[in-house]
């Protein structure tokens, strides 16, 4: 019972409740009072909300339970682009080069991210300058729930990961306030994607890497040898997605770069490239919709040989186009 009256009175996800084991006292404390009214109502959802969140904890605990189970998380979309909610397992087939597999996992509820938030703070964006203030990230951050963590990062002169994974607005406020600044110097884009993705290894989760940058790489620091085959790589064997948000400071500027878009595309991210007068809130916002609205696959790889694997994710109806990470690194488990 207590596990539906928490559903029906802090209306959070389950995926959320899963993880915040306390909430149910809390919700208790501050609605007592309504006991007797929502009763009836707990006893309708109690089965089905039981039921759910059984399959939400059973999708987030096989990839922490040592099998060795591929996580897919897809995006779809219909023919007028915007996200098909509530489709059921029979919609999907992954194919693990070019052959089908069994989904050993499948569910459609929201699963706890872990994100690694980076701001590019070279001359290249030029943000404060422009008006293109990187505090528009904030609106992403409010979309937190209380399973989910961030941590905020800048790169430019320097590469500076987020040390702290929290999802307590304030302290994304004080980042910003206290640690951010522009400075004129070049983009190591690709040695600030790798050193986020290896931040969030150790993290359970939906593990996502969100840049605010041009997409444009000038060259990394000292003492890094690599490029954006070594963090695709890298994203494909951590289960990264890779995620850009692109300010575009003035009509002639080129599209966002098709190694950043290829580097997205292929680790089942995202790019959203607003324009010079464009609403950057929105941006983050529509990053954090689409994460909402993502789907749950996974299966077991029939050959652990070592090598990069081909994924390709197809739809039973053509009007659906889903959108999911393109590869894995089919390593045995040590």
Request: with cysteine; charged share 20%; glycine share 8%.
């Amino acid at each position: 019972m207590s596990v539906c009256w928490a559903l029906v009175a802090s209306r959070w996800s389950l995926a959320n409740l899963a993880q915040r084991r306390t909430a149910t006292s809390a919700v208790h404390k501050r609605g007592g009072r309504r006991h007797a009214r929502l009763l009836p109502i707990v006893a309708v959802v109690c089965s089905s909300a039981a039921g759910l969140l059984s399959h939400a904890l059973h999708a987030q605990q096989v990839f922490r339970s040592g099998v060795h189970t591929i996580p897919v998380y897809a995006t779809v979309r219909g023919s007028d682009g915007r996200l098909v909610p509530n489709l059921t397992k029979e919609a999907f087939t992954i194919l693990d080069n070019g052959k089908p597999v069994d989904l050993a996992v499948f569910s459609n509820v929201p699963q706890p991210l872990r994100v690694a938030v980076m701001l590019d703070t070279s001359e290249s964006v030029n943000a404060v300058g422009k008006g293109r203030r990187p505090d528009t990230v904030l609106a992403f951050m409010r979309t937190l729930g209380p399973a989910d963590r961030a941590s905020l990062g800048t790169f430019g002169a320097e590469i500076a990961v987020g040390a702290n994974m929290t999802n307590e607005l304030a302290e994304f406020e004080r980042v910003l306030r206290e640690e951010v600044w522009i400075r004129w110097q070049g983009t190591p884009l690709w040695q600030a994607i790798s050193e986020a993705v290896a931040s969030l290894s150790d993290e359970n989760g939906r593990r996502v890497v969100l840049l605010y940058s041009d997409g444009i790489d000038t060259g990394s620091l000292p003492n890094w040898r690599g490029g954006r085959s070594t963090v695709e790589r890298q994203a494909s064997e951590h289960d990264c997605m890779v995620y850009f948000v692109r300010p575009v400071l003035k009509p002639s500027q080129p599209a966002l770069t098709d190694e950043a878009r290829e580097l997205a595309d292929a680790t089942g991210g995202g790019y959203f490239q607003v324009p010079e007068h464009g609403d950057l809130e929105a941006a983050f916002a529509g990053v954090a919709e689409e994460l909402r609205h993502q789907y749950l696959l996974g299966f077991s790889p029939t050959r652990l040989d070592g090598k990069m694997h081909r994924i390709d994710v197809r739809m039973t109806r053509p009007e659906w186009k889903a959108r999911a990470r393109t590869t894995y690194l089919a390593v045995p488990q040590k």
